[in-house]
DNA sequence: GTATATGCAAAGGGTTTGCACGGTT
DNA sequence: AACCGTGCAAACCCTTTGCATATAC
């Protein structure tokens, strides 16, 4: 009842050449269930069911999804890495530098940034790879 | 020849109570003549011409030079911290996924953004606080 | 059987902190 | 004279790496 794609989890491994582990499993499945996964708290996570998980191992088994395109990862600025399957991963995060509070917006809101940007300096920007730091609606207002 | 505004960076500081030293002057000029300045820059620079600098000074000179306005940081992804005279920062960083390259937009390009998230989600966005990551000119087709 | 993943422990980079001394006010 | 800033060294957090063992293929 993970509701974890399990097949193509296999098979974006297998066809680059890489193990079925456990672990990687686990790890995969942390990743789909908690919403910002950092390598600590999934490493909490896994570690709570089934003992025995080293931080090291998370980090390797992230670097390998990723390279199968199973995981992406967002900095958040300061904060630890965090991490997202693929299919959840299509929003913009918008972190609150006075309160650190999380929020996610569309893809979509950036549509026009990126084409001025692509445009105006030839570069094409990715929105969903790196937060935007700012004041959220609480803390904007003077709260 | 620095082009520092002195009066400036003594105001600023007393203003705020805070002291006035040569260490703190020599990094803020070190600021406003380094394009992308991180810590370790910043020391290298003023240790060349006057050593004996830290890299602790160097960290909490920037913290009080940010408190006293008279500097920003901005955040590249993995590298370290850049730091910036407030009144050059007027731009949004982009970073190259690939090459690493850091190439500047006018913040400009963001203004319609800014608003739609504002609308959208009531945060108000910072562009120059958070670089913006993608793949540069040259990266993005295929060089 | 062979290559890759794991666990453990140690090292690494960037940043922060404690404390005594020195400089600014 | 009082207080804040500095230098030095140690600690800190997050992440990476080396090496022997275990596991997937």
């Known amino acids: 009842m993970t509701g974890v794609p399990r097949e193509q989890f296999e098979s974006r491994l297998r066809e680059r050449g890489m193990r079925v582990t456990s672990q990687r499993f686990q790890i995969y499945?942390?990743?789909?269930?908690?919403?910002?996964?950092?390598?600590?708290?999934?490493?909490?996570?896994?570690?709570?069911?089934?003992?025995?998980?080293?931080?090291?191992?998370?980090?390797?088994?992230?670097?390998?999804?990723?390279?199968?395109?199973?995981?992406?990862?967002?900095?958040?600025?300061?904060?630890?890495?965090?991490?997202?399957?693929?299919?959840?991963?299509?929003?913009?995060?918008?972190?609150?530098?006075?309160?650190?509070?999380?929020?996610?917006?569309?893809?979509?809101?950036?549509?026009e940034l990126r084409a001025r940007i692509r445009d105006d300096v030839g570069f094409d920007i990715d929105p969903t790879h790196m937060a935007m730091a700012g004041l959220c609606a609480s803390c904007g207002t003077g709260n």
């Open 29 to 111: 499945s942390a990743v789909n269930r908690l919403q910002h996964a950092t390598p600590e708290a999934i490493l909490r996570e896994v570690d709570a069911e089934s003992p025995g998980l080293t931080l090291s191992t998370v980090y390797r088994a992230l670097e390998a999804l990723e390279a199968a395109s199973l995981v992406t990862h967002t900095h958040l600025g300061h904060a630890p890495l965090t991490y997202h399957a693929v299919q959840d991963h299509a929003h913009i995060h918008l972190v609150c530098e006075k309160c650190g509070t999380v929020v996610s917006a569309s893809v979509d809101v950036a549509t």
